[in-house]
């Protein structure tokens, strides 16, 4: 089995039940194959991630409510360590048209020299009418229950 082996069976699966939704995956996923695989450590690419139990970089999800296909990804390839991973999600979520994240600055100090086990992670949710997003960022243990979040 190669690397993209899963993500192809996966798309091939819901091709002919939501076809916008699987082209406009397919456009996403590509972007973040190509993204992944030009790492420094192309060995790695697909076996780092810490959004997984295998450390395959992207998560499907399904629900029963609705025919959205949904999932996760990483945001920068194997190299680039947790605390560098949300500018270089803003900078992916960026190529995609995607502007205006409050408050970046200071999530991205409340990372920096901290122990992290994501960094920042993107999620997409592609429907036949359009595709959302959601930018997912981890805050350090300590801070999580502090007034800056609230």
Request: charged content about 20%; overall charge negative; aromatic content about 10%.
């Amino acid at each position: 089995m190669n690397d993209i082996e899963p993500i192809d069976r996966t798309l091939a699966l819901i091709k002919h039940l939501v076809p916008q939704a699987y082209a406009r995956a397919q456009g996403i996923l590509g972007n973040v194959r190509d993204a992944l695989t030009a790492s420094i450590w192309p060995d790695m690419a697909f076996r780092f991630s810490s959004l997984t139990n295998t450390g395959y970089p992207i998560e499907f999800a399904w629900s029963s409510r609705n025919r959205d296909l949904r999932f996760t990804f990483e945001a920068a390839p194997a190299e680039i360590p947790d605390h560098q991973r949300l500018p270089q999600a803003l900078a992916t979520l960026a190529a995609l048209g995607v502007h205006g994240f409050h408050a970046v600055d200071g999530l991205q100090r409340a990372q920096i020299d901290t122990q992290l086990q994501f960094g920042a992670w993107i999620g997409a949710r592609c429907s036949e009418k359009d595709v959302a997003y959601k930018l997912y960022v981890e805050l350090p243990s300590a801070l999580v229950s502090s007034s800056w979040v609230q």
